[in-house]
């Protein structure tokens, strides 16, 4: 009966120690996918200020001309 326990034991701890892996991956995973949103937001904005910045420039060579 004390084998049995012990077994069960050990099982235990090593589905514990799976889903503890498998927790930090998902963590780590949702991490990066939150990062790689905020960059793409970041690119985006840089973006939109580099087309911005195109058209002032376009618009103030027509002025010089």
Request: glycine residues 2%; negative net charge.
């Amino acid at each position: 009966d004390l084998h049995r326990v012990d077994r069960r034991q050990r099982q235990m701890c090593i589905r514990d120690s799976i889903a503890s892996v498998l927790t930090q991956k998902v963590n780590i995973i949702t991490n990066l996918e939150i990062r790689v949103a905020t960059l793409v937001r970041t690119v985006t904005e840089l973006q939109a200020k580099v087309g911005e910045l195109e058209v002032d420039d376009a618009e103030s060579r027509k002025e010089e001309v």
